[in-house]
């Protein structure tokens, strides 16, 4: 089955660098990556996700690229606040199913 | 308002006492799954569903069952809970889209066996 790595487990950044997150799959079937913020006490929501026809996509802070030969895709997020403070998780589903795998998340402070 | 809901929300309970955990969704969604979150160990899936009365196990299924008689309710039940199943579990929907499918996560429902 799949299996998705993510790195590093925490991180911590000053306010207002970048930070950025990878993580590594491993069946290539995987055609959707989504990334999922959580703050504390709350559920998983949706930040950004990319399919697996696309390299790289932006939406204002927050950037995923893919390499698909490489198998990995990461999180960048600049210009960091400290409300970007969370754990985030990325995620791989393969295609046609929906059996969708998480990474073990990464806990970003981000120190004002 | 557009919504996943799940109860109970916390719960504790003894070993061997079988519980339910319900999860219902309000957007018409074909897809439904359960996840367990567990420090240091991520989102991990239980079962899925594609749509009524299909379901499929993810990656930690023992231990639990489900049932999808109608399209928005996908509860969770455990027939015989243990200590190792205490948990905070979530619900979440989907529409199913082809290569996307933003999942949609209930507020969680911490379990504890004792």
């Known amino acids: 089955g799949e299996n998705v790595e993510q790195h590093p487990s925490t991180l911590s950044v000053q306010e207002g660098d970048s930070a950025v997150i990878k993580c590594t799959y491993s069946?290539?079937?995987?055609?959707?990556f989504p990334w999922y913020k959580q703050e504390l006490g709350k559920r998983p929501q949706l930040i950004i996700d990319i399919r697996s026809n696309v390299g790289e996509k932006k939406d204002q802070r927050i950037a995923v690229t893919l390499n698909k030969t490489a198998k990995h895709f990461s999180l960048h997020i600049t210009e960091t606040q400290p409300e970007d403070s969370a754990v985030y998780f990325c995620?791989?589903?393969?295609?046609?199913?929906?059996?969708?795998?998480f990474g073990t998340g990464t806990k970003l402070q981000v120190i004002p | 308002e557009a919504q996943v809901t799940q109860n109970p929300r916390y719960l504790i309970t003894v070993t061997g006492k079988k519980l339910t955990v319900t999860c219902s969704q309000n957007m018409n969604h074909e897809y439904m799954s359960w996840y367990r979150q567990d420090p240091g160990l991520g989102l991990r899936q239980i079962y899925y569903?594609?749509?009524?009365?299909?379901?499929d196990k993810g990656d930690v299924p023992e231990g639990y069952k489900v049932s999808r008689k109608e399209k928005r309710n996908f509860p969770l039940i455990l027939e015989s809970p243990s200590p190792n199943q205490t948990s905070l579990y979530f619900c979440?929907?989907?529409?199913?889209?082809?290569?996307?499918?933003?999942?949609?996560f209930g507020e969680g429902s911490r379990l504890t066996v004792l």
């Open positions: 995620a791989a589903r393969l295609g046609g199913y929906q059996k969708v795998t």
């Open positions: 979440a929907s989907s529409l199913y889209r082809e290569g996307s499918g933003e999942l949609f």
């Open positions: 569903s594609m749509n009524v009365e299909v379901t």
């Open positions: 069946d290539s079937a995987s055609n959707y």
